[in-house]
T-cell receptor, first 114, second 112 residues
Framework: DGGITQSPKYLFRKEGQNVTLSCEQN?????MYWYRQDPGQGLRLIYY???????QKGDIAEGYSVSREKKESFPLTVTSAQKNPTAFYLC?????????????FGPGTRLTVT | DQQVKQNSPSLSVQEGRISILNCDYT??????FLWYKKYPAEGPTFLIS?????DKNEDGRFTVFLNKSAKHLSLHIVPSQPGDSAVYFC???????????FGTGTLLAVQP
């Protein structure tokens, strides 16, 4: 089955620790995205990548880092510099290039930092 | 600056009736609009989309209407079913990449 997987579903970390969220897709999509969802704020774009070895900051990139070494993988690291890391994180992928293509989402990772 | 706005945080309708979810946008460069449905603790699933060259797109019980002059789009669900109860996000895209700008969502509750 083609799709996007995110692991783990729930993640707990102590404040001050970096944590990496996994995202894998087997849809053969070139573009991948990371969003976070907070109550009442919809989905906000953290980082996106149009092609392997290239990525761009989204609207709220501060405190986050990504890599795109393989087409199917786009891990997100939440660093200790992120002031409010507790959130629901969503990964998505799509055909790259000019708009008009829907994004397909993974099931999400709920990160709780205490 | 919220470029895509869903001004109704919630909506309640009776089963079998029509649900109308609204979305406004401010950026006239947006040329593609999408609706997503989301259950709690799950990723959004794509529902329906519309290009700015159209004013209506229909898929089964779901119809999206686009009014470019008013910068407004709406999603109609007819007839509404209890399984439609979820948060609905509208999203917009424009430009050289496939970046989406999402609204804040509307929670739809369909009462049996």
């Amino acid at each position: 089955d083609g799709g996007i997987t995110q692991s783990p579903k729930y993640l707990f970390r102590k404040e001050g620790q970096n944590v990496t969220l996994s995202c894998e897709q087997n849809l053969n999509h070139d573009a991948m995205y990371w969003y976070r969802q907070d109550p009442g704020q919809g989905l906000r774009l953290i980082y996106y990548s149009q092609i392997v070895n290239d990525f761009q900051k989204g609207d709220i990139a501060e405190g986050y880092s990504v890599s795109r070494e393989k087409k199917e993988s786009f891990p997100l690291t939440v660093t200790s510099a992120q002031k409010n890391p507790t959130a629901f994180y969503l990964c998505a992928s799509s055909i790259a290039g000019q708009g008009g293509h829907e994004q397909y989402f993974g099931p999400g990772t709920r990160l709780t930092v205490t | 600056d919220q470029q895509v706005k869903q001004n109704s945080p919630s909506l309640s309708v009776q089963e079998g009736r029509i649900s109308i979810l609204n979305c406004d946008y401010t950026n006239s460069m947006f040329d593609y609009f999408l609706w997503y449905k989301k259950y709690p603790a799950e990723g959004p699933t794509f529902l329906i989309s519309i290009s700015s060259i159209k004013d209506k797109n229909e898929d089964g019980r779901f119809t999206v209407f686009l009014n470019k002059s008013a910068k407004h789009l709406s999603l109609h669900i007819v007839p509404s079913q209890p399984g439609d109860s979820a948060v609905y996000f509208c999203a917009a895209n424009g430009g050289a990449t496939n970046k989406l700008i999402f609204g804040t969502g509307t929670l739809l509750a369909v009462q049996p």
